[in-house]
């Protein structure tokens, strides 16, 4: 079976510390991924790994059946697009213009973009809503629109995997949901494999049609998110203890955490 992601014995080291211990998976086709677990455990330098940001060992990454170290920057930008854990930009560049550098991968060097690239940039920008902010200076708009003019550019790639690093982290709660709606749109009608790190467990689950758990760079659980959140699996990875519920509205989990 080709997978858009598969992940054998992958491992990382920052200096003396291994941060990432052996971790193996596979990321399913058109089906939303979800990555959880506490702060330090190794989810951005996993999705660094996939993404060549850092340079995984030979072997140990595979992006539809080709290793990732064989692939040139540009050929694995046509297949995964990513918006980053922080979306402010240096330069206030229109957000056109940064929704038309996801046109990059496709265009050759100093080569201009074509009818057909403003064409695709526009779509993505409708689908996400920011049409009507095409002329603005990405800096002099609000954080959920930011966001979402670099989920068009994610877009504008036109590649069939979607990486999202705590896409809502800085969002307020309809922009949140604004943001994984259009996310899990994107995977259920435009058949995206979308792979998202989440901290609100309740999201991931509601979100999510797979979950993955970390905890000290292995993967301590993956699965449906009915196998994953347990009271046990948090406890021993977050150290609370949560009351768990079925959700009225969709029968998936929904937890609690107790505080005292
Ligand atoms: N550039 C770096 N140099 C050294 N250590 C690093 C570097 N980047 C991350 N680390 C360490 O690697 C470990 C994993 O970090 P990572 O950012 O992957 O965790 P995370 O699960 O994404 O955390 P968070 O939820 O806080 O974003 C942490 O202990 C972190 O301090």
Redesign the pocket.
Known sequence: MVYPIKVNNLSWY??E?K??KNISTSIEENKFTCII????????????NILKLLEPKKKSIYVYNEDIVKLRYKDLAKKIASVP?NTMVDFDFTVMDIVLMGRSPHLRRFEAESKKDFEIAEKAMKITNIWHLKDRGINRISGGERQRAIIARALAQESDILIL??PISHLDIHHQIDVLNIAKELCDKKNLTVIA?L?DLNFAIQYSDYLIL?HE?KIVAEGLPEKVITQENIKHVYNIDVYMMKNPLNGKPHIIPIVR
Do not use: A, C
């Open positions: 920052f200096g510390s941060v990432l677990g506490p702060n330090g455990s190794g989810k951005s330098t996993f999705l660094r854990q690093d705590e790190v901290h970390f760079g």
